[in-house]
């Protein structure tokens, strides 16, 4: 299993960025996905998962609205849209298989968020 993050980077407040997570070894198609989060000196945060179609989505109360988690199925890909970015969404962010308790994690990609 292979789960590798892209598209972190630094933003300012009210800024966006989109993830990607390029999934390989498994048949991605048929795992719930999420998105989690570990800022500096926290623990692990569930931020938002998927179902298997992409027909369900699941979003933290502190995301809700904000961020927007996709899938493509043919292209093996997770993504996770972030708008209106705050100084506390900072962290390394990770996709994992699952929705609720994370199976294998990708090694994250850094999101900085100040001005």
């Known amino acids: 299993v292979q789960l590798l993050e892209s598209g972190g980077g630094m933003v300012q407040p009210g800024g966006s960025l989109r993830l990607s997570c390029a999934a390989s070894?498994?048949?991605?198609?048929?795992?719930?996905m999420m998105w989690v989060r570990q800022a500096p000196g926290k623990g692990p945060e569930w931020v938002s998962a998927i179902n298997t179609r992409g027909g369900g989505t699941y979003y933290a109360d502190s995301v809700k609205g904000r961020f927007t988690i996709s899938r493509d199925n043919a292209k093996n890909t997770l993504y996770l849209q972030m708008n209106s970015l705050k100084p506390e969404d900072t962290a390394l962010y990770y996709c994992a298989q699952g929705r609720w308790y994370p199976g294998y994690w990708g090694q994250g990609t850094q999101v900085t968020v100040s001005s």
């Open positions: 070894g498994f048949t991605f198609s048929t795992y719930d």
